[in-house]
């Protein structure tokens, strides 16, 4: 056999190998729902991979691969809407995915009423593998702007003068996750490797 046969087998051989270890690699770096999430929208060449994908919806606003050049905010980040006739009327919801940080935030807000809103964000860190509330604020628009509070004190006392306590913070947040996951694991099906009971 000649030095060159045995050179091009042996590099074909060290190309399916380093293909296969780097897949398996990948692979084993999903370690919960939000790194599919995460993962399906960026994935890098030492980041997770997964097949699963929010492509094919018909609940989140349309954006292609191709859009990210034009739709780039702040730190590189992404931000898909959901559309307002697949919520309640009064949400928003919102995931930005930011690749830089590798950090996904999905954030939730409703009318409490005709000129107050309460908004709910948690960050999902897929370093860390770390989810997280990260952001509880209520605004109010006036006539002239718009009023925010995010202490915990201004934010209990405006859900009292609604008849609300602090529980309707932690019903918001669990519709927001439930929403979201509920939606995933609709769209990927058999694709994710994990469940509402298990996630």
């Known amino acids: ?119 709910v964000e948690y960050q999902y860190d897929a370093n860390k593998k770390e989810l997280s509330m990260s952001r509880v604020n209520i605004y109010v628009n006036t006539k002239t702007s718009t009023l925010t509070y995010s202490e915990e004190d201004e934010i209990i006392e405006i859900l009292s003068s609604h008849g609300l306590s602090v529980n309707y913070i932690k019903e918001l947040s669990q519709h927001m996750l439930e929403k979201v996951l509920q939606d995933w694991f609709d769209l990927n099906g058999d694709q994710s490797d994990y469940s509402l009971e298990d996630w």
């Not at 990210?68 to 995915?97: A, C, D, H, V, W």
Request: proline share 2%.
């Open 1 to 119: 056999m000649s030095k060159m046969r045995k050179f091009i087998i042996l590099l074909l051989v060290f190309v399916l190998i380093s293909s296969t270890t780097l897949y398996f690699y990948k692979t084993n770096q999903i370690k919960n729902v939000f790194d599919e999430i995460y993962f399906a929208e960026f994935n890098s060449f030492f980041g997770g991979y997964t097949e699963t994908s929010f492509v094919g919806n018909d609940y989140l606003d349309s954006m292609s691969r191709s859009d990210y050049n034009q739709t780039l905010s702040y730190y590189g980040s992404i931000r898909k809407n959901y559309l307002p006739e697949k919520l309640n009327e009064g949400e928003i919801l919102s995931l930005r995915f930011t690749p830089e940080k590798e950090r996904l935030d999905m954030y939730m807000s409703t009318d409490i009423d005709s000129s107050t809103s309460l908004l």
